[in-house]
């Protein structure tokens, strides 16, 4: 089972700052498979990107996601308030289990 | 654009087993992966299994002893059931469109698993 290790686990910025979220992976996955979402209070998940790199219908271009290997990112380059929640990877690249990593949390500062 | 409900008993005993309903609108299940995750309280997202509208399943083998997901192409609607539950089972319990990523989710149900 592939572990996820996101980090920071907490990350205070102020609106229009640029955000950075790593996700590292306990061995390699591949690039196709590798996703972030963000989940707000109360609400469900909401998937940004998948494939590392390309954004979900209808997500916003300051969101983007790079990496490779074992180590992925999140930006996001000019926070709005919407953007503060909890944002999440997950690897599906090798068999199951598809695994979570634990998240991080976008607070204001 | 589908979308995705649960339904099904917010509270269940210790020992007894969990079933709930997702019910797919807005399009039809043909050529549809529904997989099933869960959120325990303030804690992270455990991915559960998957099946495919024919039936083919895939579980976490975590779980796999305890769990069955089934689908009903006549109703639009995929379930699941884990037995023996116990509190650590106590969860808001997602469906959501996919197999690898999952683009779409249900709003979500709490389950308690309580005497």
């Known amino acids: 089972e592939i572990v996820l290790t996101q980090s920071p686990g907490t990350l205070s910025l102020s609106p229009g700052e640029r955000a950075t979220l790593s996700c590292r992976a306990s061995?390699?996955?591949?690039?196709?498979?590798l996703a972030w979402y963000q989940q707000k209070r109360g609400q469900a998940p909401r998937l940004l990107i998948y494939?590392?790199?390309s954004r979900a219908t209808g997500i916003p271009d300051r969101f983007s996601g790079s990496g490779s290997g074992t180590d992925f990112t999140l930006t996001i380059s000019r926070l709005e308030p919407e953007d503060f929640a909890v944002y999440y990877c997950?690897?599906?690249?090798?068999?199951?289990?598809?695994?979570f990593g634990q998240g991080t949390k976008l607070e204001i500062k | 654009q589908v979308q995705l409900q649960e339904s099904g008993p917010g509270l269940v005993k210790p020992s007894e087993t969990l079933s709930l309903t997702c019910t797919v609108s807005?399009?039809?299940?043909?050529?549809?992966?529904l997989s099933w995750i869960r959120q325990p309280p303030g804690k992270g997202l455990e991915w559960i299994g998957y099946?495919?509208?024919?039936?083919?399943?895939n579980y976490n083998p975590s779980l796999r002893s305890r769990v069955t997901i089934s689908v009903d192409t006549s109703k639009n609607q995929f379930s699941l059931k884990l037995r023996s539950v116990t509190a650590a089972d106590t969860a808001v319990y997602y469906c959501?469109?996919?197999?690898?990523?999952?683009?779409?989710w249900g709003q979500g149900t709490l389950v308690t698993v309580s005497s």
């Open positions: 959501a469109g996919g197999y690898t990523r999952f683009d779409d």
């Open positions: 807005g399009g039809s299940i043909s050529s549809y992966y």
């Open positions: 099946i495919y509208y024919t039936g083919g399943t």
């Open positions: 061995q390699s996955v591949s690039n196709i498979y």
């Open positions: 494939g590392a790199s």
């Open positions: 997950q690897q599906y690249g090798s068999s199951p289990p598809y695994t």
